[in-house]
């Protein structure tokens, strides 16, 4: 599957984004879906992901400030992002995927899109 990724910014400390990822084909319902942050010359870490079935699970850091949903109508996953601090600074991608047990695989990438959170 192909994904777009829209929607990042900058943005001041304590401001709100709501990024964006379209995907193409008809399968998108059901891939599990993820977001990845990526910190320039650090490793892509996952942020959050939702199951085809809508079930969300999130790092600890952004437990109740991030918020991932998704509309399968249109083929796009959301990631709301409330509360920026500096450090959320990054390139964030998306990602379409599987849950098996507790991990997420994931299989296709986004291109990513750039939030920058100013102090």
């Known amino acids: 599957v192909q994904l777009q990724a829209s929607g990042g910014g900058l943005v001041q400390a304590g401001g709100s984004l709501r990024i964006s990822c379209v995907a193409s084909?008809?399968?998108?319902?059901?891939?599990?879906m993820g977001w990845y942050l990526q910190v320039p010359g650090k490793l892509r870490e996952l942020v959050a992901t939702?199951?085809?079935?809508?079930?969300?699970s999130y790092r600890d850091s952004v437990k109740g400030r991030f918020t991932i949903s998704r509309d399968n109508a249109k083929n796009t996953v959301y990631l709301h992002v409330n509360s920026l601090k500096p450090e959320d600074t990054a390139v964030y991608y998306c990602t379409a995927g599987s849950n098996i047990g507790e991990y997420y695989y994931p299989r296709d990438w986004g291109q990513g899109t750039l939030v920058t959170v100013s102090s």
């Open positions: 084909g008809s399968t998108f319902s059901s891939y599990d």
């Open positions: 939702i199951s085809a079935g809508g079930s969300t």
